[in-house]
C-alpha cells in the first residue's frame, strides 16, 4: 500500500514549455486534489476531483488544467508553463463521501522550476 | 470557509508539553475543527479532528470549549522530530466545497 505517489519529484521546464504531473492513489478514495505551495505560505487548492471523469476549480486554478480518467489517477497539466508557476504541487485523496468531514492523504510532493 | 488565527511560530524545549491555539470566531454550526502537521519538503499529515469539548488520540490531544470560537492543539513531551509547521483548519465539507484552507500555520521549532 503506496498510498499517494507523484511522479516527477522533480522537474525544471522553461518558459513557454507544458508538462503534466501525475498522481497515484492505491486507496481506492474518491476524491482528489491539485495544491500549491509557495515558499512561506500554506496550501491553495488548484483543481480537485470527487470521482472518476469529473474535475471542478479551486482557488487558484488559472493555468492549469487537470483530468481524472481513471479513479485512481488525477493528473495535472500546465500547457505554457510561466515563471509564477515556480510551486511545490502536492497531490492528495480522500474518501469519505458520505460524512460531513474528511481526512486527505498527501503525496510527497513535486518540485516545479520555470525558468 | 471560516477563517482561522494562529500564532506564526513558536519556540520549546525538548520534553515540553506544547499548546497550539487556534481562533476562529465564526465558526459555523456544522463546522469540524481539523489539525495537520508538515514536515519540511513532505505533504502535510492529518494529526487530530474535532467538534466539541475533548479529544485525544495516541499523538495529541484536542481541546475545544463550549463556544468553539477556537481551540488548542496539545502535543505532550515534544521531541526534535516535532519540528513542523501545524495547520489549523475548520470547515464543514459540504459547505467549503471540499477545499481546505491551509493558511499559514504555525512553525514550531524544538531545541535541545
Known amino acids: 500500500n503506496a498510498g499517494v505517489t507523484q511522479t516527477p519529484k522533480f522537474r525544471v521546464l522553461k518558459t513557454g514549455q507544458s508538462m503534466t504531473l501525475l498522481c497515484a492513489q492505491d486507496?481506492?478514495?474518491?476524491?482528489m486534489y491539485w495544491y500549491r505551495q509557495d515558499p512561506g505560505m500554506g496550501l491553495r487548492l488548484i483543481h480537485y476531483?470527487?470521482?472518476?471523469?469529473?474535475?471542478a476549480k479551486g482557488e487558484v486554478p488559472d493555468g492549469y488544467n487537470v483530468s481524472r480518467l481513471k479513479k485512481q489517477n488525477f493528473l495535472l497539466g500546465l500547457e505554457s508553463a510561466a515563471p509564477s508557476q515556480t510551486s511545490v504541487y502536492f497531490c492528495?485523496?480522500?474518501?469519505?463521501?458520505?460524512?460531513?468531514?474528511?481526512?486527505?492523504?498527501f503525496g510527497p510532493g513535486t518540485r516545479l522550476t520555470v525558468l | 470557509l471560516a477563517k482561522t488565527t494562529q500564532p506564526i511560530s513558536m519556540d520549546s524545549y525538548e520534553g515540553q508539553e506544547v499548546n497550539i491555539t487556534c481562533s476562529h470566531n465564526?465558526?459555523?454550526?456544522?463546522?469540524?475543527i481539523t489539525w495537520y502537521q508538515q514536515f519540511p519538503s513532505q505533504g502535510p499529515r492529518f494529526i487530530i479532528q474535532?467538534?466539541?469539548t475533548k479529544v485525544t488520540n495516541e499523538v495529541a490531544s484536542l481541546f475545544i470549549p463550549a463556544d468553539r470560537k477556537s481551540s488548542t492543539l496539545s502535543l505532550p513531551r515534544v521531541s526534535l522530530s516535532d519540528t513542523a509547521v501545524y495547520y489549523c483548519?475548520?470547515?464543514?465539507?459540504?459547505?467549503?466545497?471540499?477545499?481546505?484552507?491551509f493558511g499559514k500555520g504555525t512553525s514550531l521549532l524544538v531545541t535541545p
Open positions: 492528495a485523496s480522500s474518501y469519505d463521501p458520505g460524512g460531513r468531514t474528511d481526512t486527505q492523504y
Open positions: 486507496m481506492n478514495h474518491e476524491y
Open positions: 476531483s470527487v470521482g472518476e471523469g469529473t474535475t
Open positions: 465564526n465558526i459555523a454550526t456544522n463546522d469540524y
Open positions: 474535532g467538534y466539541k
Open positions: 483548519l475548520v470547515g464543514d465539507k459540504a459547505d467549503s466545497g471540499y477545499a481546505l484552507n
